[in-house]
C-alpha cells in the first residue's frame, strides 16, 4: 500500500505562481513514475506532468514551458512548478504514483495510486 499526501493548492490571480507537494509513504518501489493529474467540472481526469525516478520527464502540450516537475527520490516527494497560471488551469489536482520494476525493453509500471486531490482556482 501506499499513501499520498498532497499540499500547496489555493487560490491565485491569472500569472501567478503555485507549488504543489505530494509526498508518498509505505511500500514504495525503488522504481516508479509519479505524477500530476488535473480535472476541471465537466472535463476528464489528463495528464498534466510525470516524471520517474530517474528523471525523465512528460507534459502536456497545454502547460510546457509554464510548469514544471522535480521530485526528490530520498524523501519520495513529487513537486509541480506552475508558473504564468490561467483561469482554464483551474482543476482539481490529484497525484499518482505507480510502482515498477524492470522490463525487458525498460520500466514495467503497475498498482497505481492517487491522492485525495487539491483545489487550483485561478482567478481572471
Known amino acids: 500500500q501506499v499513501q499520498l499526501v498532497e499540499s500547496g493548492g489555493g487560490l491565485v490571480q491569472a500569472g501567478g505562481s503555485l507549488r504543489l507537494s505530494c509526498a508518498a509513504s509505505?511500500?514504495?518501489?525503488?522504481?516508479?513514475?509519479m505524477g500530476w493529474y488535473r480535472q476541471a467540472p465537466g472535463k476528464q481526469r489528463e495528464l498534466v506532468a510525470a516524471?520517474?525516478?530517474?528523471?525523465?520527464?512528460s507534459y502536456a502540450d497545454s502547460v510546457k514551458g509554464r510548469f514544471t516537475i522535480s521530485r526528490d527520490n530520498a524523501k519520495n516527494t513529487v513537486y509541480l512548478q506552475m508558473n504564468s497560471l490561467k483561469p482554464e488551469d483551474t482543476a482539481v489536482y490529484y497525484c499518482?504514483?505507480?510502482?515498477?520494476?524492470?522490463?525487458?525493453?525498460?520500466?514495467?509500471?503497475?498498482?497505481?495510486?492517487w491522492g485525495q486531490g487539491t483545489q487550483v482556482t485561478v482567478s481572471s
Open positions: 499518482k504514483y505507480q510502482a515498477g520494476r524492470v522490463g525487458y525493453s525498460g520500466p514495467i509500471y503497475y498498482n497505481a495510486y
Open positions: 509505505g511500500i514504495i518501489t525503488s522504481i516508479n513514475n
Open positions: 516524471i520517474t525516478t530517474g528523471g525523465s520527464t
